[in-house]
Every structure is written in C-alpha cells, then in structure tokens.
C-alpha cells in the first residue's frame, strides 16, 4: 500500500511538471499504441529531403540539419552560412550565427485548449490516458528549411533522430515556399504508468501536428515523441 502511494505521487509530479525536459536517465522506450497516430510523411513534401541518418538530414537544394548531443547545425545551399541552434527552455530557441556571430531566439507562444476530460475517451490503446492538448506558434524568419526543422525540432523536445527531422525540414520548406509568418502546432499529450512495488515508470508521449493557417486548419503534417520518466528522473525524448 505504502509503495502505492509512493508511486501514485511520483506520477502527479511528472505530470504537474510540464517542461519534462530534464537531462538524460533513462531512456527505455515503449511499443506504439495501434489506434494512436504515428509519424506520417505527404509524398509533396518529402521530395524536398535528398537523405536522411539517424542524426542527418540533407535537404535537396544543399542545405543540411545534423543532429549533436544537444543542439543542431544547420547550413545553407552552399555549405557556407552555419546556424547553431540551441533549446533554452520550453518556449524560446536560440539560434547563432557562426560566420556573423550574430544572435537571435525563436519565441513559442502557447495557448491551452479547454476540454472537459470527463466526456472525452480516456482510455486508449495500450492503457495510454489522453491529458489534453496545446496550440503553439512561432515566428518564421529563418532562410533555410533545415533552418525552421532544427528550431521546430526544439521546441519538441530537444534533439530527436533523422526521420523526424526529415519530416520537418519538409514541413518547414512548405512554410518557406508559402512564405508563411509563423508555423502553427497542436501538441496533445498522452501517458500510461506503470506501477512496480514501490516505484514506477511514467511514458510521455505527444503528437504534434502542424497546420498551414492560424487557426490551425489546413493539416499538413504529424511527428510523435515518446519519453520515460522515472522517479530518478526523466530519459531524453525520442522518436517514435
């Protein structure tokens, strides 16, 4: 009963802490849910990408996005012009410019979405629990496609693999081609706990789908991410 309760509380922690952002300690990671959406990639953007690896993406007019412990270096057509981009916190990205010197951030402004939790569905596939979702936005002022991914891929979490930053580099070609002001997400948050003893494993994961237009119509594309929180402490974000 004790370790119950030990455990129960460990799961209102994690879930009362909404940066889940914490340095790497675990890092297991968890079958996807059939009936949750997965990452999916439009056949119109994905053209945009040339290559992807697992910390790489090399985009088809030149530029690339590659992926180090805990930031990315995003470069131009012409291998020339290198932007260091770097997360501070949840809502703000720092990007360098490494020729210039020159630095500017990335603002994310979010607004939650008011549901009455008690009419939605709650219990999903693989006893994941729907917790809510967020509409988020930042502004678009960045020359490169790999540019935007690398400042989206922040905001998400930190550094994730290749095939995510794949599909927002293609996501942020389409905001470049339209010359959209700013990029438009809706993250929804899903968890399941699970209880051993006296402890317990907390698996975070969020969809994040990203919109055309302001009032977040116009889908275009969804990336997921899936983290492990522990009592100890909470593992990096990873891709699903």
């Avoid at 879930?15 to 790497?24: G, R, Y």
């Avoid at 010197?101 to 402004?109: C, L, R, T």
């Avoid at 968890?191 to 789908?209: E, M, Q, Y």
């Avoid at 899936?226 to 699903?240: D, K």
């Amino acid at each position: 009963m004790i370790g119950s309760k030990i455990s129960k509380t460990f799961f209102a922690g994690v879930l009362l802490s909404t940066s889940i952002s914490l340095p790497a300690f675990a890092q297991d990671q968890v079958d996807l849910p059939s009936s949750l959406p997965v990452s999916q990639v439009d056949k119109s953007l994905i053209d945009l990408v040339e290559s992807t690896t697992s910390n790489s993406v090399t985009f088809t007019d030149g530029s690339t996005l590659v992926q180090y412990d805990n930031y990315y270096i995003a470069t131009d057509l012409n291998g020339e012009d290198e932007l260091k981009i770097t997360k501070v916190d949840d809502s703000k990205v720092k990007y360098e410019n490494l020729q210039t010197g020159e630095v500017n951030y990335a603002i994310k402004k979010v607004r939650p979405v008011y549901e009455d939790l008690s009419y939605a569905p709650q219990a999903l596939a693989d006893d994941y629990v729907y917790k809510g979702k967020v509409e988020n936005s930042t502004e678009i002022i960045y020359a490169t496609a790999s540019a935007v991914a690398g400042i989206l891929a922040s905001f998400i979490g930190g550094p994730v693999g290749g095939k995510i930053a794949g599909i927002l580099v293609s996501i942020g070609g389409y905001y470049l081609s339209k010359d959209a002001p700013r990029a438009y997400w809706i993250t929804k948050t899903y968890t399941k706990g699970v209880i051993n003893g006296a402890t317990g494993t907390l698996f975070i994961r969020k969809d994040h789908h990203y919109y055309r237009y302001h009032d977040y119509t116009g889908f275009i594309n969804t990336v997921s991410t899936i983290q492990t929180c522990q009592p100890y402490g909470c593992g990096t974000v990873n891709e699903l």
